[in-house]
């Protein structure tokens, strides 16, 4: 896996980041769509599991190279490591919809951990930042991963999935 320098600012590449992620597998299929998607991982620390973890390994497949993945000490040292219009927070208790947000290239799309979520302070402070997937069924929340892909997918919509997509449809 890779090291901790900062990705380019400036590029198209969207930021995915997991706040205390505790499941290997979820970690590993969210690292394999960051490979599929060119995006750039961002673990939080502590993390429930050790990045050398098989369960991680097998997730990811044999993927882990085409994966930047950066790791953070805190949520407040990687916080403070971006601008705060580049933040979107995603969470069942958020009062926006998803579907509301206007994605832009290089944001920063912060999901919390599968069985806390995001820390209530950090929610409380960006408010207005935060965002949640619409589930009208009989379950409270959906598995990390897939509300990851839902995200991540939206915002590659969005903003035109960058230059390189067409290559795959050729």
Known sequence: MNGVSQPNKNME????????????????????????TNS????VH??????????LKRAGLDYWDKVKIFHHS???????SVPEERLLLFSARARFVYTSIRFEPGQYLLFGSETKGLPEHILTLYKSRCF???????????NLSTAVGIVAYEAYRQIGFGDHWRECIL
């Open 46 to 55: 502590p993390l429930g599991f050790k990045t050398d973890d098989r369960h």
């Open 74 to 80: 805190s949520i407040e040292e990687f916080i403070n």
């Open 40 to 43: 750039y991982l961002h673990l």
């Open 13 to 36: 590449n969207l930021n995915i980041v997991l706040v205390h992620p505790e499941i290997p597998p979820n970690t590993g299929n969210i690292a394999r769509l960051c490979g599929a």
């Open 132 to 142: 949640y997937i619409p589930i009208w069924g009989g379950v409270r929340s959906l």
